[in-house]
């Protein structure tokens, strides 16, 4: 199962980008999903968090402008990210419960840049 992350690009501050990451050819159930990021020189952080019922979990620093969604039926998770800040700069993540894996899979990254 390959988790594949789309939709990055650079944006001014102020606007709006939505990634999607697609976990493709799964034969087993996807539980929860996220994103995180990885900004130059720091830990990679959690963004956001769904599970597969639809509970959501966010940072605080992205609360009120991002959101997650997913569509359990194309097994595709989304990230809405509006009110962008040059902070919100890094590659983002994407990761996967896939069937009874002990750990999340994730995707290869894509970058996000905001310009002042």
């Known amino acids: 199962v390959q988790l594949q992350a789309s939709g990055g690009g650079l944006v001014q501050a102020g606007g709006s980008l939505r990634l999607s990451c697609a976990a493709s050819?799964?034969?087993?159930?996807?539980?929860?999903m996220g994103w995180y990021r990885q900004a130059p020189g720091k830990q990679r952080e959690l963004v956001a968090d769904?599970?597969?019922?639809?509970?959501?979990t966010y940072a605080d620093s992205v609360k009120g402008r991002f959101t997650i969604s997913r569509d359990n039926a194309k097994n595709t998770v989304y990230l809405q990210m509006d009110s962008l800040k040059p902070e919100d700069t890094a590659v983002y993540y994407c990761?996967?419960?896939?069937?009874?894996?002990?750990?999340?899979?994730w995707g290869q990254g894509t970058l996000v840049t905001v310009s002042s």
């Open positions: 990761n996967a419960e896939i069937g009874l894996a002990p750990d999340r899979s």
């Open positions: 050819r799964s034969p087993f159930s996807i539980g929860a």
């Open positions: 769904i599970t597969r019922s639809g509970s959501r």
